[in-house]
Structures are given as structure tokens and as C-alpha cells.
């Protein structure tokens, strides 16, 4: 009975985990105190000038009186008003460009004071973040802890309300609404990550939270209650200063055990960065493949690919992952035996199965899987094909695309076996496959 009235979240393990482990890696790069001493941003604050008209030079102030509170040199941008139709989504952009970097509203949000704060604190945390070195574009992740830097600086409000944003126009004697959104986090992650905010600044009821949306704000109360209950997260106080980057081997061989799940996410992301050095923890991620949590089930077949080579011999148990109920893992464990590309004679039957699949991505991860086997992937054609048949036939022009360019990796007469395969009442279909075939290798030239 007591499992009824345990707290929950409105985010799932991989989503809480994720936040935990960038809060506590925005602390690392930023100091503690950052969080613990920044003053909270609200609506009625005086970022805002008294009367606030939406023209570009108070927007413009705005953003300076930002830069201020988040510690960014604004003198080094320059910011500009766009037409809504230059910018996708009516959010912001910046560029490079010369000595001063060029930071873009579009013209809506100079009517939408709060929508046009989170879009400039997003965009004055690229500065920060991507400016000052600390991220590249390249990482996966970097638009995320853009959304989430202005949380931990204190202005994460207006992000969290962002997310959906309501917009009525007249136009006569009609009125008309409609809902939009910006950023990269939903409401819920960013109002967890507020809940972190407050948690660790040991503010269990903040005068703020009557600013936010009912979707963040749930995030946040539901976070908080969870927070205080369970003390779960691996970002506190007591371990802020304890990077994870600075475990060993068996140390993060002893999460893979833990009890809380986000522990054991959080250690399959460390091996994954050690690469072949993990190998040795290779046996005690097995389970991994296993665990009632679907994350770390993920997370445990992406850290095998991540091993490399050493990860060979456990191709075998890695197919058991390709009948996981969710297609994340199943999608996950095709790429992870593809790119070991090895036991194909256990390996090629078991992702020629997985082509049934009802999930077009994981169709389409299964057969690049196979494609790395090349010839001894042949078993597989007669599957392939059909899988090719029910893309066409379902117009899956992505799903086609792939297994054609499978097929031919797998055999050098891709051509004989499509014409073939395909009855004279489907010859629309076998031209169609013939030519995304034919596109495949202008590419490749």
C-alpha cells in the first residue's frame, strides 16, 4: 500500500538522470556558488525598462541588463531584429560574425517580453558556454545545457514557461489563438531542474513558484516533494565537489549495482567515455541488458559500443536486447551489433528478424546494421527485401532508402535481386527501389 503515496516525477530515469549529471557538471564549471547566490529573475524585476514598448533599443537593454546578472560581456554582441520568416520557430539565433558576435530576435518577441528573456538568456549562455570553451557544437547535448545554464543561474523561469507560449490575434471582428513553443527542454525536465535549484539552495517553498506555468510548476512540486523524500539526485552539496570523471573502474562497477537507477545510468556514461578501458566491467553490464529500467537497458547496449572491439564476445547476449520491448533499446542494440560487426552466423539472423519490425527507425537502424556485415550478411536479402516491399508500400521513403543502400553493401547484384523480387503488378515499386539505388551510388561517388 505505502508504493501508492511514494512520490513520482513527470520525467522519465534517462530525462532525470541527464538533468542531475549537467546540473552537477554546470557546477563543476561554474562553482557552486553560482547557484547558491543568484538572486532568483522574476516578471517584475527591473530587467525590464518601466515602459516597455517592444522596440529594438529596449530590447536591446534588456539584454545588457541580462548579460549583467549571467556575468556576459554584452559589449562584444551585437543584437538584431529579424523578420519572423528569417528566424524558424520565431526564436532566436546567433552567429559569428568579425569581432562581434550577432545575436537575432524575431519581431513577434519583442511583443512577448518573457518569451523574448528566455530566448536571450538561452542565447547569452551560448556565450558562455560555447563561447568561453566549455562545450563545441559537436556535443550531442549542447543545446540542452543551453537551456538549462540560465536554471542554474537563477533566470530559468522564462525558459520553463517558454516552452508553450499562447499567441491571439484579431484580425476584424475574429479572433483567433493559437500555441507555440521554443527551446529544447519540455516544461517538465526544466521545471525538475528548478526543483534542483531550490532543493539545494534548501528552499523547499519558493516565493517564485507562483511565476510559472501549471506544467513547469508541476514539474517542480512534484520534484520537490520526490527531492525531500527520497534525497535521490546526484546532484547535492554533499558530493557537488566529487566529480564522477574522477571514479575508477570498480568504483563505477559498483553503481552498476546500485539501487536507485539513475545512479546506474549515470555510471554506464562514465564507462562509455573510458572506451576499451571499460572492458574489464564488460561481464557486470550484461545485467545491465536486463534491468526493469528502460534507460539503463539503453544506456547499458550503447556503453557496449562504446568498449569497442573488446566487446566482441558479447554480440551474443547483445541479441537479446533486439527483443526489448522498447524500441529505443531494440534500435540501439541494431547499431551497437553493427558496429562490432562480428558472430554473424549468430548476429544476421537475429537483425534479419528484427526488419519486421513494427517501428520504422529500428527497421531502418537493423538493416545499416546489417549492412556493416557486408557479404556475410547475405542470409538476410530475402528479409531485406521484403521490408523494402512494405516501405514502398507504406510510401516510408526513409525506411526505402536505407535498405536499398544495405542491400547494397550486402551484394554487388542489388539490381538483379530488387527486379526479381518485385511481381510484374508491382513494377512501380521495383522502378522506385531501382532508383533510390541508383541515387545511392551517384552519392557514394
Known sequence: MLGFFFPTLPLDTWEKAWTESRMQWLASQFGIDRLLDAPVLLPTDSVFP?????????????????GERMRVDTSKLRLEV??????????????????????????????????????????????????????????????????????????????????????????????????????YLRSTILGYALALFTWVRDDPNPTWAKYL??????????GIRYLRRTNDSLFQLSTVQHSRDAFSINELIRDLAAKRPTRRIAALWELAKRGDEAASAAELIVPCLRDRDRGVRYEAANTFAAIGPAAEP????????????????????????????????????????LLADDVP??????????????????????????????????????????????????SSEADS???????????????YALELLSECRSTET
Open 82 to 183: 529579424c523578420a519572423d520568416e528569417q528566424l524558424p520557430n520565431a526564436v532566436g539565433h546567433d552567429d559569428d560574425c568579425g569581432e562581434r558576435r550577432v545575436i537575432r530576435l524575431s519581431e513577434s518577441q519583442l511583443h512577448d517580453p518573457e518569451a523574448m528573456v528566455a530566448t536571450l538568456a538561452h542565447e547569452l549562455s551560448h556565450e558562455l558556454l560555447l563561447g568561453g570553451g566549455l562545450l563545441t557544437k559537436e556535443t550531442v547535448d549542447h543545446e540542452w545545457i543551453t537551456d538549462l545554464l540560465p536554471v542554474f543561474l537563477g533566470v530559468g523561469l522564462f525558459g520553463a514557461n517558454a516552452t508553450v507560449r499562447e499567441h491571439t490575434a484579431r484580425a476584424g471582428h475574429f479572433y483567433g489563438s493559437s500555441m507555440g513553443s521554443q527551446g
Open 213 to 222: 506555468r501549471l506544467d513547469a510548476a508541476s514539474g517542480l512540486r512534484s
Open 417 to 431: 535481386h530488387i527486379s526479381e523480387f518485385f511481381p510484374s503488378s508491382e513494377t512501380e515499386f521495383a522502378e
Open 50 to 66: 518601466s515602459t516597455f514598448t517592444g522596440t529594438s533599443d529596449e530590447a536591446r537593454q534588456v539584454m545588457d541588463s541580462l
Open 314 to 353: 558479447y554480440a551474443a547476449r547483445l541479441c537479446t536486447a533486439l527483443r526489448d520491448p522498447d524500441s529505443h533499446v531494440r534500435r540501439c542494440a541494431a547499431s551497437t551489433l553493427g558496429l562490432l560487426a562480428t558472430s554473424p552466423e549468430t548476429v544476421v539472423p537475429e537483425l534479419a528478424e
Open 361 to 410: 527507425d529500428v527497421v531502418s537502424h537493423a538493416s545499416a546494421a546489417l549492412a556493416q556485415f557486408k557479404e556475410f550478411a547475405a542470409p538476410a536479402i530475402p528479409e531485406l527485401l521484403q521490408a523494402l516491399r512494405l516501405a514502398c508500400i507504406k510510401c516510408r521513403h526513409d525506411n526505402a532508402t536505407v535498405l536499398v543502400w544495405a542491400l547494397d553493401q550486402i
